[in-house]
């Protein structure tokens, strides 16, 4: 299946195997610095997924002369018009002009494809519907390589088919594009970078923040709270313009969440692949189920 196939590979490509031991994972300013001047790709199924890496990528693409490359699998058509004045002509047309939007906040282009917006069933069946709507997976992994290998990505952020952030199926199925990069040696895995975030939403929506999916991974993170020159605003500040941006799914009261969210939460949390492997284990980590 596409998204095991990640995992199935870099398994594979490690030479001492699953007991490997972790690398040190970079701090925060050693992870943004290292990604100075590269070309840098995020991977993912939605509109407004980049939330995830945004508060780096507003560092590394705004400030540090990256050169960033938003991969967006589907249109997030299968959503609802969250926007007073409605959403005509269609979703899929106000979703994909807000990404356009919100990739120029962060200094970012955008692939945009319209693969389904599958919101239900399995990450296998996500994936599924994707190779069927190329042909065959096959087909799938030629017009994905043909469409982002020209980047010459340094570096891949991809979710964590663990969990992909909020367990939706289409996340976890993104990250098997991760995979077909590794398998095609575009990348090496110590050049996958997983999104270790999971929302941490109050009930009463009084903040939304992130905390780390892997219990044992402190060091690889980004703090939101660091003033960005250019922008004169923090990386925090820069990811809520650039949710702003997503009209359509961030209404005044979500937006105001992500602001209200606490001075621990207003980061995010990466791992190298190797390093989420290694950390498969630990106690305390949340992943979903299958
Ligand atoms: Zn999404």
Not at 105 to 124: C, S
Request: charged letters at 20%.
């Amino acid at each position: 299946m596409l998204t095991s196939m990640l995992r199935r590979l870099v398994f594979a490509s490690l030479t001492v195997g699953a007991c490997a031991p972790a690398t040190t994972p970079p701090p925060s300013d050693a992870l943004a610095s290292s990604l100075a001047g590269k070309s840098v790709l995020w991977i993912g199924a939605h509109p407004d997924d980049e939330s995830v890496v945004s508060p780096l990528f507003a560092d590394v693409c705004r400030e540090r002369g990256a050169r960033c490359t938003l991969f967006v699998a589907t249109r997030g058509d299968a959503g609802e018009c969250g926007r007073a004045g409605g959403c005509a002509p269609d979703l899929a047309t106000v979703r994909v002009a807000e990404m356009q939007r919100a990739a120029a906040v962060l200094g970012a282009r955008v692939i945009q494809w319209d693969l389904p917006d599958v919101a239900t069933g399995t990450t296998q069946d996500v994936a599924a519907r994707w190779s069927a709507h190329a042909g065959s997976t096959e087909a799938l992994r030629a017009a994905f390589l043909s469409a982002v290998a020209p980047v010459r990505p340094d570096f891949v952020f991809a979710f964590d088919d663990r969990h992909g952030s909020t367990c939706h199926p289409a996340h976890r199925a993104s990250a098997g594009f991760a995979g077909m990069l590794l398998a095609a040696g575009v990348v090496t895995a110590a050049q996958i970078y997983l999104a270790e975030s999971r929302f941490d939403i109050r009930p009463d929506l009084s903040s939304i923040g992130y905390v780390s999916a892997i219990a044992t991974n402190e060091s690889a993170q980004y703090n939101g709270d660091i003033l960005l020159a250019t922008a004169r605003k923090t990386a925090w500040e820069v990811m809520i313009d650039g949710l702003r941006a997503h009209e359509s799914q961030f209404d005044a009261r979500k937006i105001a969440a992500f602001a209200a969210a606490p001075t621990a939460q207003r980061r995010v949390f990466f791992a190298s692949l190797p390093d989420a492997l290694a950390n498969a284990n630990a106690p305390g980590s949340r992943f979903c189920g299958d």
